[in-house]
């Protein structure tokens, strides 16, 4: 009652030694909570292990623990990460895979094995030569991920077709970054990519909107050339001619 930890987290040190009291067997790699002083919470790993007499009976136990709060603390924010890693790789709506030096596929996002007609654990271990995409483009491919790997340079928003599965050519973004490891060595590509099919469409549309307006608008200035030509011409042709007549009628008026 002088601790001062809560009478939950005593009531478990309690029970923990008296098991280890009552059947003689330790128990080991124990991770709990125990309150500070100073009234925050430390995070322990606890053993405790039965002490026995010279006959072989029970007599106590001793215990060791070590605080762990700081690298306890840095796994909470690591699965924290992690979670929020997940997250995004399920349901960002962009492919995201990773290879390695050969261009074979280490793993792969929700959204790209779709597109490939797989699973992720299908698409693992898989070269580029086993996805579902024409010869050509499957070349493409591998040739970019070597140029990013021997240059160490990134290859980013560059535009290219991919036939789908299930058939479908669609046109996307596509992004790949070279992986280091520790020593600094690449060791594989990291790529990403999006559709981008109805954005192209509706580029290609507009342009060809405004194509068949420009040759609308040509023509138009062609008929109405044609148009105010015929009229100078008529014009030209009346004030070419009215003179005579009126000489005509002059004349015809002195007679």
């Keep these: 009652s002088d601790r001062q930890w809560t009478r939950d987290q005593a009531e ?36 405790k292990v039965p002490l026995f007499d010279a006959d072989g009976k029970v007599i106590g136990l001793i215990g060791t623990y ?19 890693l997940d997250t995004i790789f399920k349901h960002v709506p962009v492919a995201i895979f990773w290879k390695d030096r ?11 094995a779709e597109r490939a007609g797989m699973s992720e654990r299908e698409i693992v271990g898989k070269s580029e030569q086993d996805m579902p995409w024409p010869t050509e483009q499957q070349e493409k491919f591998m040739a970019d991920d070597q140029m990013v790997i021997e240059t160490r340079e990134p290859r980013l928003n560059y535009v290219e ?48 909107a405004r194509q068949t307006a420009e040759a609308e ?6 008929d109405l050339h044609d148009a105010v030509s015929q009229t100078l011409w008529t014009a030209s042709l009346i004030a070419d001619v009215l003179p005579s007549v009126w000489d005509q009628d002059r004349a015809r008026g002195e007679q």
């Design 66 to 84: 070590e605080d762990i709060s700081e690298r306890t603390q840095e796994e909470i924010v690591l699965r924290r990460h992690q979670h929020m």
């Design 12 to 47: 478990a040190f309690i029970r923990d030694d008296r098991e280890v009291l009552q059947t003689g067997k330790p128990k080991l790699n124990i991770i709990e909570p125990q309150r500070r002083a100073d009234g925050r919470y430390a995070w322990l790993h606890t053993n």
């Design 161 to 208: 077709q991919l036939q789908q599965a299930d058939g479908k050519l669609v046109w996307v973004r596509t992004n790949k970054v070279p992986m280091y490891d520790a020593d600094g060595n690449v060791t594989g590509v990291l790529g990403t990519f999006y559709d981008i099919t109805e954005q192209i469409e509706t580029s290609e549309a507009l342009r060809q």
């Design 217 to 222: 608008r040509q023509h138009l200035a062609h």
């Design 102 to 112: 050969q261009s074979c596929f280490l793993g792969c996002n929700a959204y790209f």
